[in-house]
């Protein structure tokens, strides 16, 4: 089987139909915006590297006769990283470094028979924007004379793009026009070249407008722009985490919620049985602390603890591990593929059959 986006697509409707899901709650219940959700099913749009490996690990939807790929698709993204691990170094040099061109202004001085492109252009030059050898549009900060670059748009064409969406600027009949006042924020002096940047690049990063970019710039913009996401995920994964423990330590009287979550679906509605939601919940739980290491969040020190304590990394036995443990030992994860031996296997079906 040949794992792509149309494969994985049409994998996701089967499952839509098995479990009785429109495909706007199915898409919803993987993060995807509405409008997302309509592209990808649709096939205007194509899954995203990041939006693959989302969907595999998904905790909710595991996709049984996927989830053997998902050791590939992470063998796949680690030998990209190899391959342009200069290409990323030159990138990010990009960044730090006074190797961009300004933005000129537009050389048609009357807005009339004026391309928009144009009045694009003069919007980027009045706040000092460049753009880097990679296409990328930058603002720039010089300190003791060292610039600093951060990005703002994958090219030229998103970023004029994004700025029509916007109601920045338009065309009417021959003339073209922008709107000072919406580009400015209303604001005057030097506050209006910081919220210009913010809110275009915002606009760019919002799933719902569906722009398309490069792994490498978003890669690089999220260098800028993190916190409340990592603050989020930080958050997430202590509640997994201690969802975790609190189904290990009361398995007996623990039953599947039939409360809906934030999409209207209960993991009740979701899951045959508890220990299917339980398996997600632990492959989750060490998928998402993998993911946050990958991405170089700190993560609390009492919450690297606690998760270290339930996976019995630190030293000791966790008291209920003889439930975590065999989900780990057989299934593959990030780093080395899983050899799960015969009584790995007979351990696993036992505590799955006594479910």
Excluded at 142 to 168: E, H, L, N, R
Excluded at 317 to 342: E, F, H, M, Q, T
Aim: hydrophobic share 35%.
């Amino acid at each position: 089987m040949k794992i792509d986006c149309d494969n994985l697509i049409r994998a996701l409707k089967t499952l839509a139909m098995s479990e009785g899901l429109s495909q706007k709650e199915l898409g919803a219940s993987l993060g995807f915006s509405l409008n997302r959700t309509k592209n990808l099913f649709s096939g205007r749009s194509k899954l995203s590297g990041e939006e693959v490996l989302r969907i595999l690990t998904s905790r909710e939807h595991p996709l049984p006769k996927l989830k053997r790929y998902l050791p590939l698709c992470q063998l796949q993204q680690d030998l990209w990283a190899i391959e342009s691990e200069n290409r990323g170094a030159s990138e990010e040099s990009e960044l730090a470094v006074a190797d961009a061109q300004a933005i000129q202004g537009s050389l048609m001085t009357v807005n009339v028979n004026k391309p928009l492109a144009e009045m694009a252009r003069d919007v980027m030059h009045d706040k000092k924007w460049r753009v880097l050898p990679t296409g990328w549009i930058c603002s720039v900060t010089i300190v003791g004379g060292q610039c600093t670059y951060d990005p703002i748009a994958p090219d030229f064409v998103t970023a004029v793009s994004a700025m029509k969406k916007m109601g920045w600027i338009w065309k009417r009949g021959s003339g073209v026009f922008a709107n000072w006042n919406k580009i400015n924020g209303g604001m005057s002096g030097e506050e209006t070249a910081g919220y210009c940047e913010n809110a275009l690049r915002s606009f760019i990063l919002d799933p719902e407008n569906d722009v398309s970019m490069s792994d490498s710039f978003r890669r690089a913009v999220q260098k800028y722009w993190v916190g409340a996401s990592d603050t989020e995920e930080i958050d997430r994964l202590r509640n997994v985490v201690e969802n975790v423990r609190r189904m290990a330590e009361h398995w007996v009287d623990w039953e599947l919620s039939d409360e809906p979550n934030e999409y209207g679906v209960s993991p009740k509605q979701i899951y045959a049985n508890k220990f299917d939601y339980f398996e997600q919940e632990v492959l989750g739980m060490r998928q998402l602390h993998f993911d946050l290491l990958n991405d170089g969040t700190e993560i609390p020190s009492d919450l690297e603890t606690r998760y270290r304590e339930t996976f019995s990394e630190d030293g000791k036995p966790y008291k209920y591990s003889y439930r975590i443990d065999p989900i780990l030992k057989v299934n593959d994860g990030p780093g080395p593929l899983v050899d799960a031996s015969p009584e790995d296997w007979k351990r696993y079906h036992a505590i799955r059959d006594g479910s």
